[in-house]
């Protein structure tokens, strides 16, 4: 049934119980901020969940980081992969074990769903190499890209019914998830994703990335990183990694990619090889998880 047009807020109020962020992934966000105990308070963090902290040393220990020695702490893995990569490891899967793998809405797959996320995610960084953030910049745009379509994961968890008949239109009339979203609702994945992350008070600059990933010229703040956000989405879903529910690219903003300032050779070597190589390791901490 359609959900009329409400406001976003009024619609997440009427969900009972809003989720919330799993308490690890909220510390893990909230240590980002001061550099000086990071790296120590990020073991702590880790150490504490131990089914957690399990699952970051597989991945450290994957083929994806080919480290020569295997890595048997969380502390030795902030020595050799650096305080930014465990840290993203540590929230990505923090996240996704919160909102699973399994199936709900019939023909929306929470495995593809996931793996079209971490691709963006890690697309996301491969920009932020290529323009030249910091470290700490790129792991922002890799948290930002892991969330951009989190609005779709809520609303597949909380209004399973009005989901799949978005996915249903998108399937029967080849139109865009935002399109069957806004016939059917009004409003669509972005915002929903925004305003509950605005409720996680996660930094502003991933706020505004999930905001604006399908009209970044509307963003009046932290442009590059929802620039980032929106060119990773369309190269992830024009190589076919995973699947956020459609395969529409045709609302790539020449206008935002140019405003990144990345030159053709550099997306020519991201796509041709670079992107491979993350998704690779992308599929491999799916593998890991599940
Ligand atoms: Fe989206
Ligand atoms: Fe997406």
Redesign the pocket.
Known sequence: MPLDRLDVKDLLKSVTKLPTLPTVAFEIIKIANDPKTAAEDLSKILIMDQSLSAKVLRMVNSSYYSVRNKISSIKQAVVILGFESVRSLGLSTAIMDKFGLEETAEGFSRKEFWKHSLGVAMTSRLIARKIRCDRDTEEFYYMAGLM??IGKVIMDQYFPENFAQVIVRIKERGVS?LQAELEMNGIT??EIGAFLAGQWNLPENIVNAIRY??RPLEATADQKIVYAVHFA?ILTKTKGMGS?GDSDITNLNEEAIQRLGINDNEVGVMVETEMDKEFEGAKEFLELLS
């Open positions: 951009h379509d998830f994945h972005d990933h399908h989405n956020g």
